[in-house]
């Protein structure tokens, strides 16, 4: 299963809990309130931090919202904090099944590259250096493509040309630019079919080079 669907399961799979919890709701021992079960919060409440710390990151701002709705305690089982915890969980969920969120389109993007930089790995550990040099320079082609489109000041172009324009916003340096157009060099050569301008070993740095930089930029 591929994460985007994990994480979709993940995500309905905790709203029918929530509907579960809803459905425990009684008078608390005042008779002022509303209790829910309390055992069946706790474990909700914590599925679904993991859950949007994985999606947003521990700095979100949907991550605190969630933890500042909570602070009634860890055994706080009051209808009215549930239904706070509820509405952030519902917006978080519907940010996610709007497909509006960055995050989640750079971790679709990093277990795609991811595959790829293996089946490059595969290529080249059978003795074909060519085929995994193109494969490893496409991945890094469109992991550049991809954080253009995220720049709205930046244009999708030639390689080079995204190259230069990331380096002067200043998202890489211009000594990791260098390595980046290296990197493209051995991909044209592979795509032009001079193999002999580059060697096994250039490709294995390469698909190790290239893996960190998805791994640092899509995450």
Same mark, same amino acid.
């Given at each position: 299963m591929a994460e985007l669907d994990r994480i979709q399961k993940r995500f309905n799979e905790l709203a029918s809990f929530a509907i579960e919890i809803a459905g425990t709701s009684r008078p608390d021992s005042d008779g002022i309130g509303e209790i829910v079960d309390n055992e069946?919060?706790? +474990?909700? %409440? !914590? #599925?679904?931090?993991?859950? @949007? *710390?994985?999606?947003?990151?521990?700095?979100?701002? !949907?991550l605190s919202s969630f %933890? &500042?709705?909570?602070?009634? =305690? @860890?055994?706080?089982? #009051? /209808? #009215? !904090?549930?239904d706070h915890l509820h509405a952030v969980f519902k917006s978080a969920k519907s940010d996610f099944d709007g497909g509006y969120l960055f995050e989640v389109r750079n971790l679709v993007h990093a277990e795609v590259f991811s595959d790829e930089l293996e089946q490059a790995e595969h290529f080249l550990n059978q003795g074909y250096k060519v085929p995994a040099a193109v494969i490893a320079g496409t991945v890094l082609e469109t992991t550049l493509r991809e954080m253009c489109e995220q720049h709205p000041d930046l244009e999708v172009a030639k390689t080079d040309r995204m190259i230069a324009d990331l380096?002067? /916003?200043? $998202?890489?340096n211009k000594m990791y630019a260098d390595q980046l157009r290296a990197w493209m060099k051995t991909r044209n050569s592979?795509?032009? =079919? /001079?193999? &002999? +301008?580059f060697h &096994? *070993? &250039? $490709? !294995?740095?390469?698909?190790?080079g290239i893996r960190d930089f998805v791994a640092n930029q899509m995450s």
């Amino acid at each position: 299963m591929a994460e985007l669907d994990r994480i979709q399961k993940r995500f309905n799979e905790l709203a029918s809990f929530a509907i579960e919890i809803a459905g425990t709701s009684r008078p608390d021992s005042d008779g002022i309130g509303e209790i829910v079960d309390n055992e069946q919060l706790v +474990e909700w %409440r !914590t #599925s679904v931090k993991s859950l @949007l *710390n994985r999606v947003f990151g521990a700095e979100s701002p !949907t991550l605190s919202s969630f %933890r &500042d709705a909570a602070k009634g =305690g @860890l055994y706080a089982d #009051s /209808k #009215s !904090t549930f239904d706070h915890l509820h509405a952030v969980f519902k917006s978080a969920k519907s940010d996610f099944d709007g497909g509006y969120l960055f995050e989640v389109r750079n971790l679709v993007h990093a277990e795609v590259f991811s595959d790829e930089l293996e089946q490059a790995e595969h290529f080249l550990n059978q003795g074909y250096k060519v085929p995994a040099a193109v494969i490893a320079g496409t991945v890094l082609e469109t992991t550049l493509r991809e954080m253009c489109e995220q720049h709205p000041d930046l244009e999708v172009a030639k390689t080079d040309r995204m190259i230069a324009d990331l380096a002067k /916003k200043g $998202v890489f340096n211009k000594m990791y630019a260098d390595q980046l157009r290296a990197w493209m060099k051995t991909r044209n050569s592979a795509a032009h =079919g /001079k193999p &002999d +301008e580059f060697h &096994d *070993n &250039d $490709v !294995t740095r390469m698909i190790d080079g290239i893996r960190d930089f998805v791994a640092n930029q899509m995450s």
